[in-house]
C-alpha cells in the first residue's frame, strides 16, 4: 500500500515557476514508476510527466516538455514536479500517481491546486 499527498501548489503569474512534492508513505516508494496528472476545468484527467522506478526514460506530454521537469529523491521517499514558464492554460488540480509501469497506476493523492493568473 502507498500512500501519496501533493504540496506546493499556488497562484503565480504567468511566466513564473512553482515545485510540486509527492511524498509517499511505504517502505517500497523506489520500486513504483511515479507520475504526474492534471485536470483542468473542463477537461479530462491528462498525464503530463512519468519517470520510472530506476529513474530512466522520463515521459512528458507535449503541452509541458521543455518547461516541466520531473524528478524524485528515494532517500526522502518524495518526487517532485519543477514547473518553468506558466501559462494561464497550466492551471489545474495536479495529482500525482504511482504504480508498477507506464500508464497501470494503482495509488493516487488527492491533488494540489495550481492557478496561473495572466
Known amino acids: 500500500q502507498v500512500q501519496l499527498v501533493e504540496s506546493g501548489g499556488g497562484l503565480v503569474q504567468a511566466g513564473g515557476s512553482l515545485r510540486l512534492s509527492c511524498a509517499a508513505s511505504?517502505?517500497?516508494?523506489?520500486?513504483?514508476?511515479m507520475a504526474w496528472f492534471r485536470r483542468a476545468p473542463g477537461k479530462e484527467r491528462e498525464l503530463i510527466a512519468h519517470?520510472?522506478?530506476?529513474?530512466?526514460?522520463?515521459y512528458y506530454a507535449d503541452s509541458v516538455k521543455g518547461r516541466f521537469t520531473i524528478s524524485r529523491d528515494n532517500a526522502k521517499n518524495t518526487m517532485y514536479l519543477q514547473m518553468n514558464s506558466l501559462k494561464p492554460e497550466d492551471t489545474a488540480i495536479y495529482i500525482c500517481?504511482?504504480?508498477?509501469?507506464?500508464?497501470?497506476?494503482?495509488?493516487w493523492g488527492q491533488g494540489t491546486q495550481v492557478t496561473v493568473s495572466s
Open positions: 511505504g517502505r517500497t516508494f523506489n520500486s513504483y514508476d
Open positions: 500517481a504511482a504504480g508498477r509501469s507506464f500508464r497501470a497506476y494503482n495509488y
Open positions: 519517470m520510472p522506478w530506476s529513474g530512466g526514460n522520463t
